[in-house]
């Protein structure tokens, strides 16, 4: 521990301004990126109280702690506040605002006011979203689906479909962003082929914010319509199909989920070759399978849809291409394990975490394979099976990819060091606490166990047990990080320009950065983590 | 230093489209191409043509709404970037339609006893 | 005070580009993104129409025969004037006219302030008709002799149709208040032939929304002129 305060003397762009309206009203991406900061975590913790009430009541088999209308309340809360305010917005809200215009050697994004736009916007929609939670709740399930959220719910609907109406406009004005500034506003000599990936993950998950959301925003607003003015688009007592609300509601929603992770896999692709000290194996093919996931991403929607009654051939179609978009994942992770073969590992809390990730992805990734084949889906769909696959991927792999991506940025982010030591422990802890939390729902959901429910046979408990205390396991792994970022601001070490070093040009500025990130703008003459001309020095470790 | 996305790989294009004008001329050929092409819908939409009638005025229409986009839109004197946007959102509503499609059409086919 | 075209370009180049040129062209590239988001918005509501259209074609074929082709035609013609005027007004801005800007915007804006006129008529027939979806809605095909073969998924058809038009005309208010502003600007001398991309922009917005009527026309109004 450090045992004088020690302070950042020179200016960056935490002290050049003062005062709450300096941060309010900033057009600096890297104070923008600080702001969602706040807000993300914010409703992180409100989505975790959700899941902690959930844990609780699946404690027992008979459903004791609360009424199944407030459990059903409970666990889509819980779902839209961890989907549309938390992961789709976090890595590239948070971590690339703040580091894809120092990746590419740009004083800001394309449209700095566009980004705080955006913030506000995201704001406007978590208030209206958990105004419509607190004064009474939605209990459709995160899904919205039809004709229950249009006509017989007699909860906030309209409210919560807004909420998330304004925040998609969010998500669309970032992902607009940052494709025109990676289009735009790379500096001299960085080519395509010398991008960081996490650009390129970044840019692939921004093509999809771009063409999906807006689907998702007017089929809400259709939603919203529906239950106003009782016209019948999606009743089949007037006429209407639910399940079209089903193919409009899946079309953004399952690219959704991409959004959601591969920016998770862009970190993960800049910390696996900083601390293997080599270069991506196979650099096009992982920028290329971004692509090729944000594209394939798009038709495979109606896998969500394999029992809901659509047509057994549009189901084989889509059968089909889903296997298709699990290779461009594989290839990532053959590229990533294939980086580190002969490689130099060093094993601080970044490349923990994103071991993690590689390791818990892969889980997630094959039982989604599982989910994807029509005869398997019939017997786990609606189970607790389906409920672990997507903790998988969502938590086991892109929760640790963003508390990858926090450690590994957070020298450049704060100027300090986060304790090394608290955080091994922290990341020891959340791999634990999420094995014990949900491997035991694959078991549970294929021994049949059914998902949204508040009661179950008494079979299911010992799983059940063993489940909620590897949530509190986790819940403690997620506040010690909290704690001790916290601690760092203060208390941690001086972090110096690039205490991993590591190959990047947002590792060429000072920890932390100036308002305008350049002095000059770099011109770039070397390959993407061109490592091996790197020399070997000891890299800087905080206590 | 005057820095603009130099790229020394790969040659994109440099166009200024700001500064290529457009005769007026060529707007007001455009607006009575549109005209005409608005009148022969409506008169399309009167004579049976059975299946065809759809085929026609969507024929019609997208050839009204491509000179909307590469004349009054500016997308003839425009960036290669621009013109793969354009076909980038053609491409995705089509993925839409079509998959969608793929359900309410097959629907039929199956019997359920 | 005669700003030169020069200042004003000094003027309005933000600190993060490097130039006008990179301006200019990343304002215009993020339009076009934009508009991208925006047919993908309209998108859904096409793809609800593709669904219902071809899976109950006698119910759409007996709405659209409500709607009144002409005044739908006028509005046709009415925005592709204004497109027209809208270009040359960008036009206008390109080389350096700023008063014949605002005359040709204010022109464009009078065009559009029409579409909304006609749209106001024509919702107030149909809303007089009981063709508004919901409880009250009650559909009359107008013939004694043909009476409605499938009203359920004729109010769909009109769910639809206001559904799109509504969305349609909500952007055209936008539109026309993008153009108001553009206006007010014009009249204080910001734009140059170095700095117009405002214009351009909102140019380019507009013709999207003149681009969507152009679509939703023959889709909603001409169907086809014969029964079933």
Known sequence: MATAVQTVERENYLNSTYGIKSWLLTTDHKRIAMLYLVSITAMFWIGGFFAMMIRLELLTPQGDLVSSDTYNKLFSMHGIIMVFFFLIPSVPAVIGNFVIPLMVGAKDLAFPRVNLLSWYIYMLGAITALTAMVTGGVDTGWTFYTPFSTTYSNTHVIGAAIGIFITGFSSILTGLNFIVTIHRMRAPGLTWRRLPLFCWSNYAAALIMVLGTPVIAITLLLVALERAFNIGVFNPQLGGDPLLFQHLFWFYSHPAVYIMILPGMGVISEIVTCFSRKRVFGYEFVALASIAIAVLGFVVWAHHMFVAGISVYSALVFSLLSYFVAIPSAVKVFNWTATMYKGSIRYETPMLYAFGFIGLFTIGGLTGIFLASLGLDVHVHDTYFVVAHFHYVMVGGMVMAYMAGLHFWWPKISGRMYPEAWAKLSALLVFVGFNTTFFPQFIMGYMGAPRRYHAYPPEFQVLNVLSTAGASILAVGYVLPMIYFLWSLRYGELAPPNPWNAVGLEWMTPSPPPTHNFDETPVVTWEAYDYESQPQEEVTVGH | ?113 | MATSDLQIAEHNLQHHFADMEQQQETSTFGMWMFLLTEIMFFGGLFTAYLVYRSSYYTAFVEGSQKMNIWLGATNTAVLICSSLTMALGVRAAQTGKPKLMVVLLLITILFGLGFLGIKAVEYHEHWTNHEFPGPNFHFETGDPAHPPTDPQHTEIYFSLYWAMTGLHALHMVIGVGLVSWIIIMGLRRAYSPSYYSPVEIVGLYWHFVDLVWIYLFPLLYLISKKHG
Request: charged share 10%; aromatic share 16%; proline share 3%.
């Open chain 2, 1 to 113: 230093m005057t820095v603009t996305n130099f790229q020394p790989a790969t040659q994109e294009e440099h166009f200024s489209p700001e500064s290529h004008v457009v005769p007026v001329s060529l707007y007001v050929v455009i607006w009575a191409t549109l005209m005409v092409c608005t009148a022969l819908t409506v008169f399309a939409a009167s004579v049976d043509l059975g299946i065809f009638n759809i085929v026609v005025a969507l024929v019609i229409a997208t050839f009204k709404g491509t000179l909307v986009v590469l004349f009054f839109m500016h997308l003839r004197y425009s960036t290669k970037l621009t013109m793969i946007t354009v076909i980038a959102a053609l491409f995705w509503l089509f993925i839409m339609f079509s998959l969608s499609m793929t359900d309410y059409l097959t629907r039929a086919w199956s019997t359920y006893g």
